[in-house]
């Protein structure tokens, strides 16, 4: 089969899925790839145990596992992985912030957004994975991860539940026109009322006729637009699959060095915290007391606490030491990501570096794709 017939057929598959999907008049859904809540103090990131290689790789690859998971539910249309936060237009957003993530526990903070505007969710998630997890063979194949995930579709579905099929045609009318805005804003000024800075809000003043020429040109270009990204997907799914082996390896072994972090730092404090006490009792005894008793006395427990302190300090090596091979784990596991190779119609880009790099060159690639077919002229 040519090329050509290729992409005429994946065309064909498109538009008779964005068709279904309007049938079903099932919401739509962006997730942008979380923000991995990497503090600009870089004092902070040892001690919040934050490596910035691991987060960002983390971003995009819980942001699919979330995708995914809303997709599992038959609840939505199209669910989308977005590589970026901003100007995102969608029936529905989701964004997520890491909050932290250890391999032992997980929080992130959830928002979700109708087109119109209208917050959906706004919720805190924490998970706690014990390092016996990963050992456990009745888990196997199962990502500790999952059940926050779950929690989360769950009540973004009990939400887009409750809404009435007026609102739902209201959240869709708003997309695209918004999507048209973002592409004519002269064309479409007097469609939208448009509230707010940061916090803005849609709401339609004036529908056009499905028949409208304006309209129909925008819903071509924003089909080609979904073409791509769902095309997009398959890179964000290799992505996943390349990386899942490196990065369920990292979480087990960080669990157990976190967990034992912990543990080593508790006894660190106590330890020290005793020695003190009982160099501190030795100071006393040594005022108190005469005679050579009550000097062997207090030189026994200022010696206890200086063999405590001393102890207490070859603890919080061992935790540093910890700290130092869960940093090793996030080099290895950026360096694991290897080049991709994309190609849509007669534009070939082979992704190179970092993740981020990569999703940004292919941005870039879908960029002059989208421009060289001079949709809206």
């Known amino acids: 089969m040519s090329m050509q017939k290729i992409c005429v057929l994946i065309f064909s598959l498109v538009i008779l899925g964005a068709t279904e999907s309007l049938a079903s008049n099932k919401l739509d859904v962006a997730v942008p790839v979380f923000d991995p809540g990497i503090p600009e103090d870089y004092d902070k990131w040892e001690k919040e145990n934050i490596y910035p290689e691991v987060r960002r790789s983390e971003a995009r690859y819980l942001a699919l ?3 995914e998971t809303l997709t599992g539910t038959g609840q939505w249309g199209a669910v ?6 901003d100007e995102v237009i969608s029936d529905i957003v989701v964004y997520a912030t890491i909050v932290e993530s250890t391999g032992g526990s997980l929080k992130l903070n959830v928002f979700a957004y109708d087109s119109t505007g209208k917050n959906l969710l706004k919720k805190k998630y924490k998970h706690e994975v014990h390092p016996r997890f990963y050992t456990d063979r009745t888990k196997k194949g199962v990502d500790p991860y999952q059940k926050v995930m779950a929690a989360i579709a769950n009540d973004l579905s009990a939400k887009a539940r409750k809404l009435k099929d007026k609102s739902v045609r209201n959240i869709k009318n708003t997309t695209t026109l918004r999507y048209g805005h973002s ?3 002269e064309a479409f000024g007097d469609t939208l009322k448009i509230k707010g800075k940061k916090k803005q809000s849609w709401k339609i003043k004036h529908m056009p006729a499905e028949n409208d020429p304006m309209l129909q040109r925008v819903a071509m270009v924003r089909l080609r637009d979904d073409m791509f990204t769902d095309a997009m997907q398959t890179t964000y799914q290799n992505f996943s699959g390349n990386m899942a082996e490196d990065y369920l390896k990292w979480r087990q072994e960080s669990s157990i060095e976190y967990h034992a972090m912990k543990k080593a730092k508790k006894q660190a404090t106590g330890r020290i915290l005793g020695g003190i006490l ?3 009792a030795g100071v006393v005894v040594a005022a108190e007391t005469k005679g050579t008793y009550g000097d ?3 030189v026994g427990l200022i010696g206890a606490g200086a063999v405590g302190v001393a102890s207490g ?8 030491q ?3 091979m869960m940093a090793e784990h996030a080099k290895s596991f950026d360096a694991a990501i290897e080049p991709q190779v994309v190609e849509f119609e007669e534009e070939t880009a082979t992704l190179t570096g970092t993740i981020e790099e990569q999703f940004v060159q292919f941005r870039e690639l879908l960029a002059r794709v989208y421009h ?3 949709a809206i002229s």
């Open 65 to 67: 596992q979330l995708a």
């Open 80 to 85: 989308r992985v977005l590589p970026s936060r």
């Open 183 to 185: 592409l004519a804003p």
């Open 278 to 280: 009982a160099a501190a």
């Open 296 to 298: 062997a006395a207090a």
């Open 313 to 320: 300090v070859k603890k919080n090596k061992q935790a540093s």
């Open 322 to 324: 910890y700290k130092a």
């Open 372 to 374: 060289s077919e001079n």
